[in-house]
């Protein structure tokens, strides 16, 4: 009788999405701009482009997904200060194009701090897209309420046709569960490069916590829409945190910092995903080369779940069909690393890499 129930509500709120938490298949992604254009010459060759999951400005606060914490909400302070040391360390590397995971701009929890717009309006980027991940009115548990978070990506450079499209939810979930739940997607969208041309720039956060088989789905899906514009003749910069490991991960389960019992939170063991990303080493170029990260994992390592254990998994990716030049990615690892500490900032470490713009 209860699955009965839970069905006949799920099917009543997917009728008339009283949460606002519904999306279409595929849909306009939302269009920013800083309060104030910056000047800015073409680019000289090459573009830097940084990627970064930077936990919705939560810094190392320990949150209740993560099992080490039981906090919700931030003040805003708070916020603002987490988002301070995120901006500073985007200065420093000063991108020309930014893919940004976990991002929210209409939720409670971080005071309602618009943190795409604050980002514009704090670096040297102008422009940006947004898609929801997570949007709700109200989301019934745990204190969270009213959220809108997702992805995002920013450019010096003006940005067109910016789509969501959306990816499968995982399937043991009940209806009602997944009608609040993470809405997965791609994030696509087109930078125009001054004396370059069209650069597609595309964003993704895949599943963490799928058990189903959702998650190798979405790492397919997406693979496809890169694969459809390479068949196209457009060039791409694509990536994001892709959850999984690169072929030849020394270690892929037993993380010291999983510490999560509840079977909805298991995200850390990798066994069954060996494969999940050789198609994308095997046609496209990645910012890390994958010898040099079977070489040795470590320097290349860009997650770990709690701020007192060191970065011990690598999730975080970029790719191109085009060119990135050769040696030039990089994990921001500590200030040896990319001349800043990060650890303090996020649960993830960004990466860079320079592409080089070459004729077409």
């Excluded at 910016?162 to 809405?183: E, G, V």
């Excluded at 999984?244 to 999983?258: E, I, M």
Aim: hydrophobic share 40%; with cysteine; net charge negative.
């Amino acid at each position: 009788m209860r699955v009965v129930l839970t069905q006949a509500l799920a099917t009543a709120l997917w009728g008339c999405d009283p949460f606002n938490a519904s999306f279409d298949e595929v849909e306009d992604a939302q269009y920013y701009e800083a309060q104030e254009l910056i000047a800015t010459e073409p680019p000289t060759g090459e573009l830097v482009v940084m990627d970064w999951n930077i936990k919705f400005g939560g810094a190392r606060i320990d949150f209740w997904f993560d099992c080490h914490g039981d906090r919700v909400l931030m003040e805003e302070d708070e916020v603002l200060e987490n988002m301070e040391g995120l901006a500073s360390k985007i200065r420093q590397v000063d991108p020309d194009v930014l893919l940004v995971q976990e991002v929210d701009i209409d939720s409670k929890r971080v005071a309602y701090v618009d943190q795409v717009q604050w980002i514009l309006d704090n670096t040297e980027l102008n422009y940006a897209v947004f898609a929801s991940q997570w949007r709700a009115h109200h989301v019934p548990t745990d204190g969270i309420g009213r959220v809108n978070m997702g992805n995002a990506i920013f450019s010096k450079y003006p940005i067109r046709d910016a789509q969501r499209i959306a990816m499968p939810q995982i399937s043991t979930n009940d209806a009602l569960t997944n009608y609040f739940y993470l809405k997965r997607h791609i994030l696509t969208s087109i930078v125009e490069v001054p004396e370059y041309g069209d650069l597609h720039v595309l964003n993704v956060h895949t599943d963490a916590f799928a058990q189903d088989g959702t998650k190798e789905l979405q790492i397919d899906l997406f693979k496809d829409e890169l694969d459809r514009i390479d068949r196209a003749g457009g060039v791409f910069v694509a990536g994001g945190d892709l959850n999984t490991l690169p072929p030849g991960s020394v270690q892929q389960n037993d993380f010291v910092d999983s510490v999560c019992e509840s079977e909805d939170f298991q995200a850390d063991d990798f066994r069954a995903e060996e494969d999940a990303l050789t198609a994308y080493y095997e046609d496209y170029t990645p910012a890390i080369p994958l010898e040099d990260y079977q070489a040795d994992n470590a320097p290349y390592f860009t997650h770990s779940t709690q701020g007192g254990t060191f970065w011990n998994r690598k999730l975080d990716y970029l790719f191109t069909n085009g060119t990135f030049v050769p040696g030039s990615g990089l994990t921001h690892q500590d200030a040896a690393s990319g001349g800043m500490e990060t650890m303090p900032l996020s649960d993830h470490a960004p990466i860079t890499v320079r592409f080089a713009l070459e004729e077409r």
